[in-house]
């Protein structure tokens, strides 16, 4: 099989693994027990597929495979047999219990840190290495949040069902941080073989979608799919023919998408007449700013500010204080901008952003030898390919 052919056969098992695990927990009603069926069933996936094609139904035959996995346990333990033995394939296809399955991983049983990497891990397929990436924490610690956040709903029976209606904001907040996650590893990839994932931004909007229509008065639900529809309005102008990033002031604006853009700025607007900011909102508000500008010199940077300032004091990050420093370069200055930057060093100092960044403001400043080892620096922190394209060229330009 060729590279192309493997990626293929890599995108077809991941677009259906979340949806398997969702439909097994359903009908097993076991959440242990559902993703060991789930893996074994890509295991023979990936044997098999290389050497006979991508089936027609992979949906199908992965079901078939986590059945009939499922009945051979079911034969080494007695008790189970009953339950499995309800096990058939719907005449349907899978039903997409994606968000139910969310809401269960995101029970407050569960620490913040442990819902978010387990969700991200089971219903989106994303790899431990992804998720320590997001987080910024090392592998390890993902991998022993996942495995404590499995025992812990399984030990405790917790239900696979999405909460009565108060109990829904309870968990709201990670069901979005863990939808927006989704979205940033399907916009920029964090892994080494692609620039973007379509199919994860794609699942990231559609989820984001459904969770308005469950809870269509949360304004931060709203938020959400506003700044995912903006973000990805501007696709077609992202990349160029060699999957090249074509940085924000250089996209070709008449080929972003402005209906998606007026769309959702409506969103942002009925969102805000609910008069409970939030986190989602603002960012999709610093979003518009950038879609609503005809020019880059358009661009009102000071609104953004603002609107970072806003940001910091309902969420103070070291990410958010990183891409305020970004837009008060353009109200400020560099130098001014430098020192917001430097200030994150403790916390940001195995980011890439953080490096790039400082180096063009450096580079600004006119201190060519310091850009350059920060340019560096940058580039043994990221696998993403189009990022590592980008940060050679401005090293060769130095």
Not at 338 to 366: C, I, K, N, Q
Request: net charge neutral; proline share 5%.
């Amino acid at each position: 099989m060729t590279r192309a052919g493997h990626a293929e056969l890599a995108r077809v098992v991941r677009d259906h693994a979340g949806r398997l695990a969702a439909a097994l927990v359903h009908l097993v009603g076991d959440f242990s027990a559902a993703e060991d069926l789930v893996q074994d069933a890509i295991e023979a996936a990936l044997a098999h597929w290389p050497v006979e094609g991508i089936p027609d139904r992979p949906d199908a035959w992965l079901y078939a495979v986590a059945r009939r996995r499922g009945l051979d346990v079911l034969r080494r333990e007695s008790r189970h047999r009953q339950k499995l033995a309800l096990v058939a394939w719907p005449a349907e296809p899978l039903p997409d219990d994606r968000l139910r399955l969310i809401f269960t991983c995101c029970h407050p049983a569960l620490p913040r840190s442990a819902q978010v990497a387990l969700t991200l891990r089971v219903v989106c397929g994303l790899t431990t290495a992804q998720i320590a990436k997001a987080f910024l924490v090392p592998e390890s610690t993902v991998g022993q949040r996942i495995t404590r956040a499995k025992r812990k709903i399984s030990d405790a029976g917790i239900p696979y069902r999405i909460p009565a209606d108060d109990e829904l904001r309870d968990r709201l907040g990670v069901v979005l941080a863990v939808i927006y996650l989704l979205f940033n590893e399907g916009y920029l990839s964090s892994g080494g073989q692609q620039a973007q994932s379509r199919d994860l931004a794609d699942d990231a909007e559609f989820l984001a979608a459904l969770l308005h229509l469950l809870m269509p008065t949360e304004p931060e639900v709203a938020g959400l799919l506003a700044l995912i529809r903006l973000h990805r309005a501007r696709r077609a102008a992202r990349f160029d023919e060699d999957d090249e990033i074509i940085q924000l002031q250089h996209q070709d604006r008449s080929r972003w998408d402005h209906d998606a853009i007026a769309d959702a700025s409506r969103l942002i607007g009925r969102a805000a007449a609910l008069r409970r900011p939030g986190p989602c909102q603002l960012q999709a508000a610093i979003v518009a700013c950038h879609a609503e500008a005809e020019r880059w010199e358009d661009t009102d940077w000071t609104q953004i500010v603002v609107l970072y300032d806003m940001l910091l004091h309902l969420a103070p990050t070291p990410v958010t204080r990183l891409h305020r420093a970004i837009a008060l370069r353009y109200v400020t200055g560099p130098a001014a901008a430098l020192r917001e930057v430097d200030a994150l060093s403790d916390d940001l100092g195995d980011y890439h952003l953080f490096h790039a960044t400082r180096a063009e403001l450096l580079r600004d400043l006119g201190h060519a030898d310091r850009a350059r080892a920060a340019d560096e620096r940058a580039l043994t922190l990221t696998a993403n390919p189009a990022e590592r394209s980008l940060l050679r060229q401005r090293l060769s330009w130095a």
